[in-house]
């Protein structure tokens, strides 16, 4: 019998009991007979019809799967309260699955995103029954959601919203131009980021209990392993995010911790896979990425990876032959994988680039240059940030959808920012890995916000967006103690927090570096105060004065992550 004609029972308002007497309502599926199987299961807030498809094919294919409802949401009792039941409630879970008469007492979990957070969520509370996990863009709690380096975002209440009360708001949800329409008018409001959610008309969710939490504090850190859990771990993981997925950086944070923390049996049965994906594919690959196409290779079928994992580690199946070291890696423009023993392998070298001194800052052609020699004594370039200037709006009025290729925000500068080119390069020239930008800033607010971000620029004037970064000024030494910045003082700014990207640099493309403020309907305005940022208006504005330095004594430079030097023409 093929897996397509393989048949399946089915189970409706399945209820698994908690140890505080909430149960949490699951969608059963399962191969057709009397055969114990391992148990797959997916623990979402958003409500468990969303994931049929994927249920049905793992029933055809030897496992039951079990979608279950996060509590409060669904047909789930208890009250939704977003990363802080998930830990005790997937291991209550784990166990009640894996002592069903129709369960072979191995348990795992599959799915992305908030699904994949829970994954390690559940793992740091070690239910003995769970046999692996498969966290595919897993959030990371109190550092890429709700925030980032600090930097809070509107995104948050449009989730919340989605998850406010208990059934699916998934068009109000998808209603991006409802969205922007919102944001925009906080915007323009210049109201205090705190009052989005009356802005908004939600008022429901715990975007307020939130605000009680700005940095990663052990409410945060509560969520997931801590240092001294990792060590235990004793489970085979395979991580799955994509260079283009919005929570990368927490499913590398989990990764980074795990290899920071972890015995050495854990890192050797952890393997990692990075694709040219956005965030939706990570589950579902797509050639066509925002604004860009990828070859045929970036089309890995993630249902069939998960099951020949599953067989690996549950059934004593063979190894998936795609995982052929512990990190996959796609290269665009290439368009290959490749493959290393660890992230850090992938490239050993970097190649330093020093900023030099740029032209008055005009406008995206008004520029100062990246290049291998350090700079001679050059005066600094010079920004000015205004938090009343709100001309943003009119540029951000529709949704980016080719957010790779679109260049609104490299070109749409007037005096905010500085811009950076390269040489053209001399050869194709493949860059994997992270970048890293060391600058010399001093400024006459007591704080303000970066936004940094790289692209190529190839001959034919296309633009591909490659890494960004962030960082607010009064955590430029830690995530969790402010220090708020000397006027006029210089000072050492590393951002070492750039997405990773794996790329093949064509010859005659350059390098295009913006340095500006995230002056942006997406983003919470830091009016520069020093204030608490989610309290600040335009009464509080201070108009910044920003200098970025380049001489001996202050040579800030960009390092590339390339195996060869790069050869400029």
């Known amino acids: ?26 969608t059963l599926y399962k191969p057709k007979g009397e055969a114990k199987t391992p148990v797959v299961f997916t623990l979402t807030p958003y409500v468990a019809d969303t994931y049929h498809e994927r249920s049905v094919f793992f029933a055809r294919n030897g496992y039951a799967f079990a979608l279950v409802d996060c509590r409060g949401r669904g047909n789930s009792s208890g009250e939704f309260e977003p990363f802080v039941n998930e830990g005790r409630d997937g291991y209550d879970v784990v166990e009640w699955l894996s002592r069903q008469p129709w369960s072979n007492g191995s348990v795992t979990m599959w799915g992305g ?24 863009a897993s959030a990371y709690p109190g550092f890429d959601f709700p925030f980032i380096r600090n930097i809070w975002y509107p995104y948050m209440i449009q989730w919340l919203t989605l998850t406010s009360g208990k059934p699916a708001n998934n068009a109000l949800f998808n209603d991006t131009a409802f969205w922007i329409e919102k944001y925009r008018e906080h915007y323009i409001a210049k109201r205090p980021f705190r009052e989005l959610d009356k802005t908004v008309g939600n ?40 260079q283009y997925d919005g929570d990368q950086q927490g499913a590398l944070e989990h990764y980074n911790r795990h ?38 290779a ?3 079928d993630l249902n069939q990876l998960h099951k020949e994992w599953y067989d690996w580690t549950m059934k004593s199946g063979k190894k998936p032959a795609f995982l052929k070291k512990r990190v ?44 291998p020699q350090k700079p001679g004594k050059l005066p600094p370039d010079e920004y000015v940030y205004d938090p009343l200037d709100t001309s943003q709006a009119d540029v951000e009025r529709d949704e980016v959808k080719n957010f790779i290729t679109d260049q609104r925000y490299a070109i749409n500068l007037s005096g905010d920012s500085l811009v950076y080119h390269s040489k053209p390069f001399g050869e194709e020239t493949e860059i994997s890995g992270f970048v890293r930008l060391v600058a010399w800033i001093s400024m006459d607010v007591p704080d303000t916000d970066f936004w940094v971000r790289l692209y190529e620029i190839k001959h034919d004037g296309t633009s591909i967006f490659l890494t960004e970064d962030w960082m607010r000024a009064r955590y430029r030494e830690s995530a969790t ?27 005659r493309s350059i390098l295009r570096l913006v340095i500006r403020p995230p002056n942006s309907i997406y983003w919470q305005k830091n009016y520069n105060s020093g204030r608490d940022v989610s309290e600040e208006s335009a009464t509080d504005a201070r108009t910044a004065h920003v200098k970025v330095f380049h001489d001996p004594e202050h040579a800030g430079f960009l390092a590339v992550p390339t195996a060869k030097p790069i050869k400029f023409a």
């Open 328 to 371: 996959a890696y796609y290269v665009t423009g290439a368009e290959k994988w490749k493959y290393a023993d660890s992230l850090e392998g992938i490239s050993s070298k970097n190649q330093t680039l020093y900023l030099s001194v740029a032209a008055k800052p005009l406008g995206a052609f008004s520029t100062g240059i990246v290049q």
């Open 203 to 242: 008022s429901s969710t715990i975007f307020q209990e939130w605000f009680k939490h700005l940095v990663p504090d052990a409410y945060w850190n509560s969520m997931v392993p801590s240092p001294e859990q990792y060590p235990k771990i004793k489970v085979p993981i395979l991580t799955i995010t994509g």
């Open 1 to 26: 019998m093929s897996n397509a004609d393989q048949a399946v029972d089915f189970s409706w308002g399945v209820k698994i009991p908690m140890r505080d007497g909430a149960h949490l309502n699951a």
């Open 113 to 136: 995103s908030y699904a994949g957070f829970d994954q390690w969520s559940t793992l740091k509370e070690f239910p003995p029954h769970l046999k692996t996990i498969v966290p595919v």
């Open 481 to 507: 103690t402010a220090r708020f910045v000397k006027p006029g003082k210089i000072e050492r700014y590393e951002f070492d927090k750039f997405y990773f990207f794996s790329r093949a640099i064509a010859k």
């Open 259 to 296: 290899m920071r923390y972890g015995s050495s049996w854990a890192k050797e049965h952890h393997y990692m896979i990075i694709g040219p994906w956005d965030h939706p594919g990570t589950r579902t690959p797509k050639r066509e990425v925002g604004g860009l196409t990828f070859g045929e």
């Open 298 to 300: 970036s089309l890995i």
